[in-house]
């Protein structure tokens, strides 16, 4: 991870410029940023960005096959994750200058908004095709997210939305050039900064209350404000 940068009132955390997948470290790294973000007076927002291909490639298989013992706490830590973001106090935006496939087209999901690239870069849930099917929670999240439709479509077929196909399809909030979805999405972020605190934290927690419950699986998890 490349880790956290700021633009004025707007925090900028930076996945990197790989895979992006989410292990243990990455998932503690991320966590470290959120408190951060957090812990920050507000005005406040933060953005998620990557550099490279991918915006995140979902689950680090080969980290997952090496440590077969360790899947399931390390599953349940990403579902708390998430359940960070949904509930955060203050205003978040998915820039997703690549691909974002399963956990990772998730992560863009826990976002308030999200920016995609328009000429390149896919969202996608391929579980289906893979044979991995969704937790309650996540389908919960998804359901929550998603227009009910779409959320059939994504979860059933596996489908690639590019970036015109998920603004129609009412995935994402808007689409930029490849050089302009940060900026695009700085600037979707920008102008509610001054909302951030325990109200906002407490809006989201109650309008996303099923999925969090699901996510997080009767453990407990400190709503960030």
């Known amino acids: 991870m490349s880790g956290l940068d700021r633009d004025g009132d707007v925090f900028i955390l930076d996945l990197g410029d790989g895979e992006n997948r989410l292990n ?38 080969t980290w997952m096959t090496a440590n077969p013992g360790e899947i399931e706490p390390f599953i349940q830590s990403v579902r708390v994750l998430f359940a960070r973001f949904v509930t955060v106090g203050l205003p978040t935006v998915a ?11 998730a992560l863009a999901l826990t976002h308030d908004q999200q920016v995609m690239r328009v000429d390149r870069g896919y969202f996608c849930f391929p579980e289906v095709d893979i044979d991995i099917p969704f937790s309650g929670g996540i389908t919960d999240l998804i359901r929550s997210r998603l227009p009910v439709r779409t959320a059939h479509e994504a979860m059933t077929t596996g489908r690639r939305y590019g970036g015109d196909d998920a603004l129609a399809a009412g995935i994402i909030d808007g689409v930029a050039d490849q050089d302009k979805v940060l900026p695009t999405a700085i600037g979707m972020a920008r102008p509610l900064t001054g909302k951030a605190g325990p109200t906002l934290g407490t809006i989201k927690s109650r309008l996303y ?10 453990q407990a998890v400190e709503v960030p404000i």
């Open 24 to 61: 243990p470290d990455s998932v503690a790294a991320i966590n470290l940023a959120l408190d951060e973000v957090v812990a920050a007076p507000a005005p406040k927002a933060l953005v998620t960005t990557a550099s490279g291909k991918f915006w995140c490639n979902g689950f680090d298989l």
């Open 95 to 105: 820039a997703v200058g690549g691909h974002a496939f399963g956990a990772g087209a």
């Open 209 to 218: 209350a099923t999925a969090v419950a699901g996510l997080v699986a009767g």
